[in-house]
């Protein structure tokens, strides 16, 4: 086989000799793929079908020992390097090109103890596989709202869900992570163990290291919990979203709200509200009550609901391999005027596929101090998500066009601050704006961890040296 051209960390081309290649191969335990390999192209696709990269190499790594393998390799030869997890983020940060993709999706254990209330998650696995193993005993910790998502990228970068007003974000309830770093080496970080490493990580995104292992503190859930939509037609949307607002706001911890604009194939534009309640049942029908009573809704489809099933209802609005995209504003309060721009840039909506998800923190989210993680944003009340959905490549300039006006509509209504996990290529400012005043100890985190920036597909928390 000839050499193989690669690229390098800061983007120029390089020659792997085809032994050092051969020599890698066999110190894996998983796979290495490369361009031509039979699952080269399964193992390159992410959940976001506009993205079409083509690494160098794949490294499919089946334990910690591959992805120490997988760094050093990357550092003695100084490789640009892509870390994948679920696959979810919407610019396609964990695929790259001509690269070295450090692929842990096939690394999906999840270690429940039911005695301690923990749980340690392999750093691919995604979040159906923790629901699927902390509610065989009634425990579970906040994951996002859609099956598929990667556990490790979900947490590293902060991680919102339906139990998060109760029990804070998912890097909130970490316990400790097993990091392999940028220069190969094996480190633990927990509140006893590289503290600031520790803090680095619940919120700080990949930019410190790659988790191999997470483990985290559980909660009594459900397994049953109240759950569901009320569903409201666009012409009752502005009534039944200034109803919402003033509703969640209030509401108790125990209970998420999201809204969303959609468009159902039967009723057309409507307007969804999605509940979680995890309290008992019968208090959750009693506070629940003004919510399912307002307008009536066209559709009230709540109920009791294994909290499994309740976590599986989105996977549905986002299958893997269509086209999105979609930008954020955090916001504290949803005024009347911003209902009003959210409603009339829906009418315009171009793809029946596409939402405006309104996902609510507040509760237990907020009462963790700014600095107390990375993640900054503890005053955010509702992450604003205008997402365009469409699958026709050709099309693709007038989708993005839609979430840009509707984004710059909304600027006036956000607290100035984005959600680090629905960054795509924005760019430096937008990661300044994530961070806010956790920003300097970030930078000066990554000096010391990863200080030639190895781990700078991400939203990139730049080390201070020039030129890396
Ligand atoms: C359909 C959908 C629904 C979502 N819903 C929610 C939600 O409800 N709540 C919420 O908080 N977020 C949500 N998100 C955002 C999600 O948290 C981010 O996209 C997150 O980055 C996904 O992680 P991943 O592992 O799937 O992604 P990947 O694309 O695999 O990884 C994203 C980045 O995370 C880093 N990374 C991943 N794995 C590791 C690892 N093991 N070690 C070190 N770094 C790693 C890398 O920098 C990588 O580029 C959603 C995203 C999608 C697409």
């Known amino acids: 086989m000839p050499n193989l051209r690669m690229k390098t960390r800061l983007g120029s081309e390089t020659e792997l000799a085809e032994t050092a290649v051969e020599a890698f191969k066999s110190g894996l335990r998983g796979a ?3 361009p031509g390999d039979n699952d080269y192209d399964s193992a390159r696709a992410v ?5 079409d990269k083509r690494p160098g190499l794949i490294a499919r790594c089946a334990g910690v020992a591959d992805v120490i393998c997988a760094a050093a390799f990357a550092r003695d030869h100084d490789l640009l390097v892509s870390v994948r997890a679920g696959g979810h983020n919407i610019a396609g940060k964990s695929v790259c090109d001509g690269g070295l993709m450090i692929d842990l999706s096939r690394m999906r254990g999840v270690h429940v103890d039911p005695v301690g209330s923990t749980a340690r998650v392999e750093g691919g696995a995604t979040l159906g596989d923790l629901d699927h193993e902390t509610q065989a005993f009634g425990l579970a910790t906040t994951a996002g709202v859609v099956t598929h998502t990667g556990v490790a990228g979900l947490t590293l970068g902060g991680g919102i869900g339906r139990i998060g007003r109760k029990y804070g974000l998912a ?6 992570v097993d990091v392999v770093t940028a220069d190969a080496r094996f480190v633990k970080a927990s509140a006893a163990e590289n503290a600031d490493l520790f803090w680095g990580l619940r919120g700080g995104g990949g930019n410190f290291g790659i ?5 985290y503190r559980l909660h009594p859930v459900g397994p049953v919990v109240l759950g569901g939509v009320l569903i409201h037609s666009l012409e009752k949307a502005r009534e039944a979203l200034e109803f919402y607002y003033q509703f969640s706001s209030a509401a108790p911890d125990e209970l998420a709200a999201d809204a969303v604009l959609l468009t159902s194939p039967d009723l057309g534009p409507v307007l969804a509200i999605s509940v979680c309640y995890i309290g008992s049942l019968g208090e959750g029908e009693r506070i629940l009550q003004p919510l399912r009573r307002f307008g009536p809704p066209l559709s009230d489809q709540i109920g009791p609901i294994a909290y499994t099933e309740l976590q599986a209802t989105g996977d549905m609005f986002f299958p893997i391999g269509l086209d999105y995209y979609w930008k954020t504003h955090f916001m504290k309060e949803i005024s009347r005027e911003a209902i009003d721009a959210i409603v009339s840039h829906f009418a315009t909506v171009p793809s029946p596929r596409s939402l405006v998800i309104l996902q609510q923190y507040g ?9 107390a993680t990375a993640f900054s944003q503890r005053d955010a009340q509702y992450d604003f998500i205008p997402t365009s959905i469409w699958s026709d490549l050709a099309e693709s300039e007038r989708h993005i066009a839609w979430v840009r006006s509707l984004w710059e509509l909304m600027k006036p209504f956000s607290t100035g601050g984005v959600y680090v996990n629905n960054l795509g290529d924005e760019g430096q400012e937008h990661v300044g704006a994530a961070y806010g005043p956790n920003y300097e100890r970030l930078v000066a985190l990554k000096n010391k ?6 781990f700078r597909l991400n939203a990139n928390i730049k080390p201070s040296h020039a030129g890396v």
């Open 32 to 34: 290495l793929l490369r």
């Open 363 to 371: 509760g237990a989210v907020s009462r963790v101090g700014q600095s």
């Open 211 to 215: 988790a191999t292992s997470l483990e």
């Open 47 to 51: 959940w976001n079908g506009m993205v």
């Open 449 to 454: 961890y990863d200080p030639v920036n190895f």
């Open 171 to 176: 890097c909130d309830n970490l316990l400790s």
